[in-house]
């Protein structure tokens, strides 16, 4: 049972670098949702989807983007790394919205820029 | 935003013993999540609370949502080392949007 499949488990970029964080279900969950989560601050909505080809702004957004090309996978992509980008990212899927049914987490990717 | 207010941030226990923590806020939900996170791992759903004054076990964990439907309350008793954590309130972010909004959390450390 894969589940919700995050990669890299862990990356250190330089400053001004890009790089893309993998996300994939094998569920065919429709909703799926980014989230980074830093120390005292709890998990923080970053981008989120509502199925292929839909996809929204969340709470902290600036310097990420998404795409949904498919159901399976919500790739995110830093367009230049900055240190405030140091954090533990999260990936998130679910069947229905809010807390209908259960939403199933990635194991996370720990980035640091420097 | 709306905010969900956790505490305490952290605690620290001797396994054995009863642990309590709580999820407030100034808006009204119509469901209340608790999550656990285990070290080096992501968020796994705990406890769902659907309906105002519900009181729902799973285990040696009790969880309430709050009458007003502004508060959540998560206790678990007789604690052992496997406890230890990071658990959060969640409820949804309204709509048809399939996300959550998170409180901070509370950080739980058990001594054997």
């Known amino acids: 049972n894969a589940g919700v499949t995050q990669t890299p488990k862990f990356q250190v970029l330089k400053t001004g670098q890009s790089m893309t964080l993998q996300c994939a279900q094998d569920?065919?969950?429709?909703?799926m949702s980014w989230y980074r989560q830093d120390p005292g601050m709890g998990l923080r909505l970053i981008h989120y989807?509502?199925?292929?080809?839909?996809?929204d702004q969340g709470e902290v957004p600036n310097g990420y983007n998404v795409s949904r090309s498919t159901t399976e996978d919500f790739p995110l992509r830093l367009l230049s790394a900055a240190p405030s980008q140091t954090s533990v990212y999260f990936c998130a899927s679910s069947y229905s919205p809010g807390g209908d049914t259960e939403a199933f987490f990635g194991q996370g990717t720990r980035l640091t820029v420097v | 935003g709306q905010q969900l207010n956790q505490s305490p941030q952290s605690m620290f226990i001797q396994e054995g013993e009863d642990v309590s923590m709580n999820c407030t806020s100034s808006s009204i939900f119509n469901t209340w999540l608790w999550y656990k996170q285990d070290p080096g791992e992501g968020p796994v759903l705990l406890i769902a609370l659907y309906k105002a004054g519900e009181l729902t076990s799973n285990g040696r964990l009790t969880a309430q949502f709050g009458i007003t439907r502004k508060d959540s309350f998560l206790n678990i008793s007789a604690s052992i080392p496997s406890d230890v954590g990071i658990y959060f309130c969640a409820v949804p972010n309204g709509g048809s949007q399939g996300n959550l909004i998170f409180g901070k959390g509370t950080k739980l450390s058990v001594k054997p």
């Open positions: 569920m065919n969950h429709e909703y």
């Open positions: 989807s509502v199925g292929a080809g839909i996809t």
